[in-house]
């Protein structure tokens, strides 16, 4: 296998011309940084936890998904060999409730990538209904995603391409949440990508629904107005805000023995309450 990709948690390797072989590593990114801390056992989890949600989602749309067994021994448990596809390059993300980069964005404008939402919201607030709110896909080398609008994705895709990426997007995060309600966990928002096949097929691709990709919080304890206990990555955020004159550019710092437990144990806990299967 030829690694042809070392992202920030994840190295993808190509194993001939029509398949790869996504690893997920113990790496932790927080605002594009790559921290010198991993935390152990991260990648394996994320993997079973995306493995569950491919699984349940597959009535929906079809994915990239070859095998998970079929991967080098060394990658066992944290990776998944995969069909090549052409990704749109538009990060599909879903929110039902107000939180992260979509607050700001509604507290400045009112809105979040040109949906306008009702006045008088707050922190953590359940929509009215699920928003489709794109952004572009930009490596972080140079730069950035930034808020797209959906006649932005429509030039970008077409018209045709635009319509499906919104339905199968609202239609998955719809799915998932009602999915994760059952095991009082509230999916608050995610993002998905879509592949393209060699026949022009679009299929859900990259991993799904995990802790690095979803907020996730707990359903017992919501209550809008403030910040929420979370089962992701905002527990990893949060930490970096405490740390004086980080600047959010490499380097980023290290992180406490203590925050690398309590992040493993939520992603954990969120792997439980939802699949019903213990972490072994």
């Known amino acids: 296998m030829e690694l042809i990709h070392r992202g920030k ?4 390797y190509a ?8 690893v ?19 990648g394996k989890i994320l993997t079973q936890l995306s493995r569950w949600w491919f699984e349940e989602l597959a009535d929906i749309v079809d994915n990239h998904v070859i095998s998970y067994d079929d991967v080098p021994e060394e990658f066992a448990g944290r990776a998944v060999r995969v069909q090549r596809v052409d990704i749109i390059q538009v990060e599909c993300i879903a929110r039902g409730y107000l939180a992260g980069l979509g607050l ?30 794109p952004t572009s896909k930009v490596a972080p080398e140079d730069g950035h995603d930034e808020p797209m609008t959906y006649e932005e994705v429509a030039a970008l895709v077409g018209d045709e391409t635009a319509a ?11 799915r998932a949440a009602e999915l994760a309600a059952k095991s009082d ?12 096949t060699p026949n022009g097929r679009i299929v859900l691709a990259d991993e799904v629904l995990t802790s690095d990709s979803s907020r996730y919080w707990r359903g017992e304890d919501w209550k809008p107005g403030g910040p929420q206990k979370s089962f992701d990555k905002q527990f990893v955020r949060d930490w970096s805000k405490t740390i004086t004159g980080w600047d959010r550019t ?31």
Do not use: M
Not at 15 to 22: H, R
Not at 164 to 174: H, I, P
């Open 250 to 280: 490499p380097p980023g710092p290290e992180i406490p023995a203590e925050v690398v437990e309590e992040t493993r144990a939520r992603y954990i806990t969120l792997y439980e309450r939802l699949t019903g299967n213990r972490w072994e």
């Open 185 to 196: 966990v509230i999916l608050v928002d995610t993002k998905f990508e879509f592949g393209l």
């Open 164 to 174: 499906t990426l919104k339905d199968l997007t609202l239609r998955l995060y719809g």
């Open 15 to 22: 194993d001939g011309p029509d398949e790869l072989v996504l």
């Open 24 to 42: 997920a590593t113990d790496r932790v990114s927080v605002y594009d940084v790559v921290l010198p801390t991993p935390v152990e056992g991260k």
């Open 104 to 133: 700001e964005s509604y507290q400045a404008t009112g809105s979040i990538s040109g949906v306008e939402l009702p006045a008088g919201l707050v922190e953590a607030d359940k929509l009215p209904e699920p928003v489709f709110t």
């Open 9 to 12: 948690v994840r190295d993808v």
